[in-house]
Structures are given as structure tokens and as C-alpha cells.
């Protein structure tokens, strides 16, 4: 049995996102291993320095942090340059009255690498970097800071911080590696490590209402979005989406989370009077899970000034739940061949509208189409996506690691 230390600065209960999810089927993978886990996260209303929790089984230990979701974008850069330092002096009792073999961190955060340094010479213990979004590049490409710049120079300073204390590093795909050797050459250890989502889903909330009867949605076929909605998924491209789809009387939109960009879609239904768009804030993974249940359209955008290759962690959700993929990418992105080679949905170049929208109006006016789309989904998610297939990859790299 092993004793693994897993890192990430989202985590249940709080959390409604797609990671906290992931960490969480992985916690409980490696438990049923035969390993024996714990986590570390912030939580922005401790009161406490620290308080540890056990969650299906799964010791947490919270320490006391800021807000690592804030709108501010100042207040989050802040917040989360302290990561290490907070998790550290709020947790060092603990981290020095317990022995580890190994350690898991999530990448965003970029900051985790002070703290993985620390505690790498303390137990002298290797460590694998789940690493799905390379920050600050994307950042540049949306052209929200400027290549060089003083902020770059910040934000690079911890990002290679971070990658340095990997024994491994795992990345979404074949093209997300090629793209971070151009980035930083070829002397980090880099392997593919897919996304991954566990094929049981929690039980239905009894309290939970039906969001179709809710809204009044009962006669729609529903395109849905659930997760972060902020720059990097270029929101107005969804919604150009639907308003071109606003004289189809059986299509609706549903928007589900939170970020950057909810002002956006919210000002764009007002502006052009798009009478079917609903937006609803994030919701707990019980309820989300069930709501997935209820919609027939699963929705994604990647913003097309984006260098690197994601594949978003919600396709996950739509696939365990059998829904068909409608979505956009960025040039070059490797999920489109993915999705394709698997017929599991439709996907286009952001950017090219009218794609978009003629693989929209297949998927609004065909029921079996969606169908045979979601089974085959369901399919690829079992075949190479399972939380089986990613615990047994990361266990390997730190039970048995090579030299670095």
C-alpha cells in the first residue's frame, strides 16, 4: 500500500467544477487500489487555519486561503501566489507527522511548485503533474497580457517552478506535448495522460427539481453548457449559435456555470432579444449530473486564438451520460479527429459559423442521429478516457519512476 499526497486548489464539497470531480474519481480509484489518500486544497471560508474532512472515505485537509475562483483577476493572481506558502505554514504540522510515497498535483494552479519542492526533499518522494492548461500562454494568445511583459515574466517564473519538481507530466494529447516542447524545449519529462471520468454517477439529490420543467423547457430539444464560461471557451461564439438558431422553435440553449464571460452571454440574449437562452449558476456535481440527464445537446467552445491543444473536461460529463458533442476548437486541435474517428459528435473550427450551424440543425432535427452520437460517445469514453486506465499511469510513474 502506498500513501499518496494529492494536490489541487479546487475540491468538493465546495467545488462545482469539471477537476474536482476528476480528482475526486481518482482519490477513490487509488483507494480501491489498495492505496491510502489524501488531499490537499484551499477553502476560502475556513475560519480555521486548517480542518480535515473525510469524503466517501477520502481524508481532506483544508487550509485556510483566499478565494482561488475570484472574479478579480488581480485578488485571484494574489490569492493564488500564496498557495504554497498558506498550505505550508497552515498544514506543516501535519505534512511533518506523516510519511508519503509519492505526491499528485493539478495543474492549474501554476503555483503548487513551491510547496511540491518543499515537500519533495522532506520525503524525498517522486511527483506527477496533471498538467491541463498551459498557463500563461493561452493568456497570450487571447492577447489579455503581452508576451514579455512583466506579468509574463511573473507568471513564467512559477510556471517552470512548477514543471521542475515533476517527475512526470501528464498532458491531454499527442499535440499538447509537441506544443510545450516548442514552448520549452524537449527537457521535461512528458507523457499523454487523458482526461478521465469514472462510470459512476452519484445518486439523483432528493431534493433536487427538474431544470426542464423549471424553465418550461418540456417540448425543446435543449443544446447545454455546463462550466467555466470565460475567455479561453470565447462565449459569443455559442451564442452567435444561438441566435442563429432563434426561429427553430424546438431549440434552447442552457448555459450552467460561472466565469468571466457570464456578464457576456447574459448582455448578448438582452441585445439580441434571444428568447431561448437560459443561464443558471453553478450548481453541486449531484445536481449537475442529474440535470445532465435532462438535456439532449452537449456544448463546448475553445476559443480560436488558442496555440495549445485542450480537450475540456466536460465532454466527459456529455459522454458518461450518452449525449451527442456539438462544438467549436482552435486550428490544428487534435480532439476534432478524436470525436470524428469515433463518430461521438460534430466538431468545427471556431470561427466558421455556418459549419456550426449546419451540424447544429443535424443534431436538432434528428433524434436518432443524437442517439447513435451519444452511444458512440459513451463507447470512447469507456475505451480510453476510464479513471481505471489513469490511476494504473500514474501509479506506475510513482511506485516504479525512471530517472528523470
Known sequence: MAKLLLLIDDYLPHSTRVAAKMFHELSLELVKLGNEVTVVTPNSVLESSFEEKFIDGIRVWYFQSGDVKTPSKIKRAITETLLSYRAWSNLKFKFKSERFDGIVYYSPSIFWGGLVKRLKRLYQVPAYLVLRDIFPQWTIDAGMIREGSVIHRYFKYFELLSYRQADMIGMMSEANINFFNQLHGNGFPLEVLRNWASLNEPTKPQSYLSQRERLGLQNKVIFFYGGNIGHAQDMANLMRLARALKDEPEAHFLFVGQGDEVELINQLAKEWQLDNVSYLPSI?????????????????????????????????????????????????????????????????????????????????????????????????????????????????????????
Not at 317 to 336: E, F, T
Not at 368 to 394: C, H, M, P, W
Open 284 to 404: 453541486d456535481q449531484e445536481s449537475f449530473a442529474a440535470l445532465l440527464d435532462e438535456v439532449d445537446i452537449g456544448l463546448f467552445s475553445l476559443s480560436n486564438k488558442h496555440s495549445s491543444h485542450n480537450f475540456p473536461g466536460k465532454l466527459l460529463g456529455y459522454m458518461q451520460h450518452k449525449l451527442p458533442i456539438l462544438g467549436s476548437v482552435n486550428k490544428g486541435n487534435d480532439l476534432i479527429s478524436v470525436v470524428d474517428a469515433n463518430k461521438a459528435g460534430y466538431i468545427s473550427i471556431n470561427g466558421n459559423d455556418e459549419i456550426l450551424y449546419s451540424n447544429a440543425i443535424t443534431l436538432l432535427s434528428s433524434l436518432d442521429e443524437r442517439t447513435k452520437l451519444g452511444e458512440n460517445g459513451y463507447k470512447l469514453l469507456t475505451k480510453e478516457f476510464s479513471v481505471e486506465a489513469a490511476a494504473q499511469q500514474i501509479l506506475v510513474k510513482l511506485l516504479m519512476p525512471s530517472d528523470k
